[in-house]
């Protein structure tokens, strides 16, 4: 069958996520490569060019024309879209200039799957994409497409409307971040941000006999400065009413919701659940949704625990307004490669001047298990640390604690 390819293509500047959506829509020609001569121009198709770039490069769809009639040379144009048809392609451009500004700062991770737009004609030929980016490329960009689906469902339960009406009736904030400061004084060691998860893609179960409640008791009695608790049900069998009970049993710590935020929605679903901070990951979250959540956690009385995990997104989020708080993880959510050298890395050399200048927060997450991982990752020049596996598997997780750092850090 013939394919497809631009002939010609005139740009507008690539829209910032703010404006995309309503950004002027740059315009395609295009020729069935069966005929070897550049005839008349065939017909044009209002499609963001970037596409055919990088998204190409992506292995990401590409048009197909899937029956064609006699006259190929025949010029037609958009309007011979069928009206419905036309705001599914619309929505379904919107989504391409959302991937294509996460993957200009490096981001791989897409927000769901590319379905392309609907089949549709376009004067005598009827057009489909061929799904060739339906597979996720990992397991961080498969949870992703799944939160996708599960935000839809729940915003449909649960609108910000009626969210912003419950946060007057919720508790206020604890402060995270003055928690983790007042810990790491007090200690001299990393405070502590104990992790309640019960399971997770790379490890399975992690704990048969599973009590939130009980576990987070027992890691405050240890000496945590705050908990990390979460509250992915499909990947973690986490959940919301998890956080929601912890914060009800009277536990003190102030409580990072651990979710997978694509959202705004999220955060205000977190705080309305009894969360004092949320974490946003810069391997799924472009700068510009970054610092607007960000912005919405402050307005919110919410700490941002921001994640990176390699050079480039501490790079990136480096140059983002208003982060107090990074977290490293030395996992790798792609692969699962857990190396807690990770964290030494990226404090290294000029970024670490740079952190230190801005009197930023660094955590070191995942992978510690003893004292010495503890002092590796203090020297690298963590002032917390994020602990699940090692102390959630401990029969009594207080004693874990006192196991992971050497001695006993309650007060
Ligand atoms: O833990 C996983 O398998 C995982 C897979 C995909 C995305 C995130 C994942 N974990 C989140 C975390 O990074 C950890 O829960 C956290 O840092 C604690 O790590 P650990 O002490 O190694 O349990």
């Given at each position: 069958m013939d394919s497809v390819m631009p002939l010609r293509t005139t740009t507008a500047a690539t829209p910032t996520a703010a404006t995309a959506a309503a950004t002027v829509r740059p315009r395609f020609s295009f020729q069935l490569l069966a005929n070897p001569r550049p005839r008349k121009p065939a017909f044009s198709l209002s499609v963001p060019t970037t596409i055919f770039t990088t998204h190409r490069a992506r292995n990401l769809p590409q048009f197909t024309p899937v029956r064609a009639q006699e006259d190929s040379s025949a010029v037609v144009s958009e309007s011979t879209v069928p009206e419905g048809d036309a705001l599914k392609i619309k929505e379904w451009e919107v989504e391409r200039f959302q991937d294509e500004i996460a993957a200009s700062q490096g981001i791989k991770i897409r927000r769901r799957p590319t379905t392309g737009p609907p089949l549709h004609y376009v004067g005598p030929f009827e057009f489909r994409m061929q799904n060739e980016g339906n597979t996720p490329i990992n397991i961080l960009e498969e949870i992703i497409w799944y939160k996708d689906k599960e935000v839809s469902q729940m915003k449909e339960k649960k609108p910000l409307l009626l969210l912003k009406k419950l946060l007057s009736g919720v508790p206020p904030t604890r402060d995270f971040l003055g928690a983790l400061k007042k810990s790491y004084s007090r200690t001299g060691l990393p405070a502590l941000i104990a992790e309640v998860k019960k399971a997770s893609p790379s490890r399975g179960v992690l704990r048969e006999d599973f009590n939130p409640v009980e576990i987070a008791k027992a890691y405050e009695r240890g000496g945590a400065a705050c908990l990390s608790v979460l509250t992915d049900q499909k990947y973690f069998q986490g959940s919301f009413e998890n956080l929601e009970a912890i914060r009800n049993a009277g536990v003190e710590c102030p409580l990072l919701c651990k979710e997978f935020v694509i959202e705004a929605w999220q955060i205000y679903y977190a705080r309305v659940k009894g969360a004092d901070a949320i974490l946003l990951i810069a391997a799924v979250l472009p700068n510009l949704d970054i610092q607007y959540m960000i912005k919405i956690c402050k307005l919110l009385g919410l700490s941002a625990l921001v994640e990176v995990h390699d050079e480039m997104e501490m790079d990136r989020v480096l140059g983002i307004d208003g982060v107090e708080l990074i977290g490293i993880n030395?996992?790798?959510?792609?692969?699962f490669k857990v190396d807690i050298s990770n964290t030494k890395k990226l404090l290294e050399g000029e970024r670490g001047e740079r952190i230190r200048e801005k009197g930023i927060i660094v955590v070191g997450e995942s992978g510690l298990f003893t004292p010495a991982d503890i002092g590796y990752v203090q020297d690298a020049g963590v002032k917390a640390v994020l602990v699940g596996e090692s102390l959630v598997k401990q029969e009594d997780p207080a004693k874990g604690i006192s196991g992971l750092f050497g001695k006993d850090i309650s007060c």
């Open positions: 030395n996992r790798d959510l792609g692969t």
